[in-house]
């Protein structure tokens, strides 16, 4: 009776394991992704923390704006004067659309050095036309391999998941675009924002019926996951919605996607901590 016990439950582990890959974050390094909106005091103090204090290397990305640096309502002047307004002391505004440019050591090793990363909102598809296959963008990973931290709000929050969600070149309302691959920081998710603020918290879905096996996660304006490895903790005033698209049969010891009737989300408030290889909430 224990060997078909022992049978069926390996059965249903490699099940399991041929279509449920580890959702992780970095190993040494931290990745902070936001919702959009306003930032928070907390998100904005993680942020500085994580980077090392108001001496660390800065480097800004702002590629998915599309603006001319050059213009003076750009968005770059206000950017600049809110770093400012944050204390750092040693920051640089980075921008290319150029492959060439990406692709140069002049331009990456800043980029490599830098103890932090921050990707601005605007349209995600941008920065993967702009940096995938570069040098830049594993100069984006080195930062994480040392230690650093890479945060993004809105765009700059989706372009870190290994799916990209909403990253059609024509419209943001197209959920599974003709950009269907981020940067992977973190690995085996998909990111949405602004769900609460602009009425998306069903979006998501989409992305998960057709790959049940990601982790979707939903950021309110105003809030923030801080993900270290295997663990996040929410930040800020809002919620972090989860989408698992699967659940456990206790009878075949199977993770089993859910149904069309089954769906739904999970509401994680700021303070807690959630488990994304566990796929749970963390009590303390």
Same mark, same amino acid.
Request: proline content about 2%; aromatic content about 8%.
């Given at each position: 009776?224990?060997?078909?016990?022992?049978?069926i439950?390996?059965?249903?582990?490699?099940?399991?394991?041929?279509?449920?890959?580890?959702?992780i974050?970095?190993?040494?390094?931290?990745?902070?992704?936001?919702?959009?909106?306003?930032?928070?005091t907390?998100?904005?103090?993680?942020?500085?923390?994580?980077?090392?204090?108001?001496?660390?290397?800065?480097?800004?990305?702002?590629?998915?704006?599309?603006?001319?640096?050059?213009d003076?309502?750009?968005?770059?002047? %206000?950017?600049?004067?809110?770093?400012?307004?944050?204390?750092?002391?040693?920051?640089?505004?980075?921008?290319?659309?150029?492959?060439?440019?990406?692709?140069?050591?002049?331009?990456?090793?800043?980029?490599?050095?830098?103890?932090?990363?921050?990707? $601005?909102?605007?349209?995600?598809?941008?920065?993967?036309?702009?940096?995938?296959?570069?040098?830049?963008?594993?100069?984006?990973?080195?930062?994480?391999?040392?230690?650093?931290?890479?945060?993004?709000?809105?765009?700059?929050? $989706?372009i @870190?998941?290994?799916?990209l969600a909403?990253?059609?070149?024509?419209?943001?309302?197209?959920?599974?675009?003709?950009?269907?691959?981020?940067?992977?920081?973190?690995?085996?998710?998909?990111?949405?924002?602004?769900?609460?603020?602009?009425?998306r918290?069903?979006?998501?879905?989409?992305?998960?019926?057709?790959?049940?096996?990601?982790?979707?996660v939903?950021?309110?304006?105003?809030?923030?996951?801080?993900?270290?490895?295997?663990?996040? %903790?929410?930040?800020?005033?809002?919620?972090?919605?989860?989408?698992?698209?699967?659940?456990?049969?206790? %009878?075949?010891?199977k993770?089993?996607?859910? $149904?069309?009737?089954? @769906?739904?989300?999970?509401?994680i408030?700021?303070?807690?901590?959630?488990?994304?290889?566990?796929?749970?909430?963390?009590?303390?």
């Amino acid at each position: 009776m224990k060997e078909i016990s022992l049978s069926i439950f390996l059965v249903g582990f490699l099940c399991a394991g041929s279509i449920w890959s580890q959702t992780i974050g970095p190993s040494n390094g931290s990745c902070l992704i936001i919702g959009g909106g306003r930032l928070d005091t907390s998100i904005i103090h993680t942020f500085i923390r994580e980077a090392g204090g108001p001496q660390a290397r800065i480097i800004v990305i702002p590629t998915a704006m599309a603006t001319n640096p050059e213009d003076a309502d750009s968005g770059y002047v %206000r950017l600049d004067a809110r770093l400012q307004r944050w204390g750092f002391e040693n920051f640089e505004i980075m921008h290319t659309t150029d492959h060439a440019v990406a692709n140069s050591m002049e331009f990456s090793g800043k980029i490599a050095a830098a103890d932090a990363v921050w990707f $601005t909102g605007g349209r995600q598809w941008r920065l993967v036309d702009a940096y995938a296959g570069t040098k830049t963008e594993s100069a984006f990973h080195k930062v994480l391999e040392e230690g650093g931290i890479i945060a993004g709000s809105s765009a700059g929050a $989706t372009i @870190q998941g290994s799916y990209l969600a909403r990253g059609d070149s024509k419209t943001n309302t197209i959920m599974m675009g003709d950009h269907e691959v981020g940067f992977g920081f973190i690995e085996n998710i998909a990111i949405d924002q602004h769900v609460l603020a602009r009425n998306r918290q069903f979006d998501l879905f989409e992305i998960m019926e057709a790959h049940p096996g990601l982790l979707g996660v939903g950021l309110d304006e105003n809030t923030a996951l801080l993900i270290k490895g295997t663990q996040a %903790r929410v930040l800020g005033s809002s919620y972090v919605l989860i989408y698992d698209g699967k659940k456990w049969d206790d %009878r075949l010891l199977k993770y089993m996607p859910q $149904t069309a009737g089954e @769906q739904q989300f999970h509401l994680i408030k700021s303070g807690q901590l959630y488990d994304l290889s566990a796929r749970q909430v963390i009590k303390e």
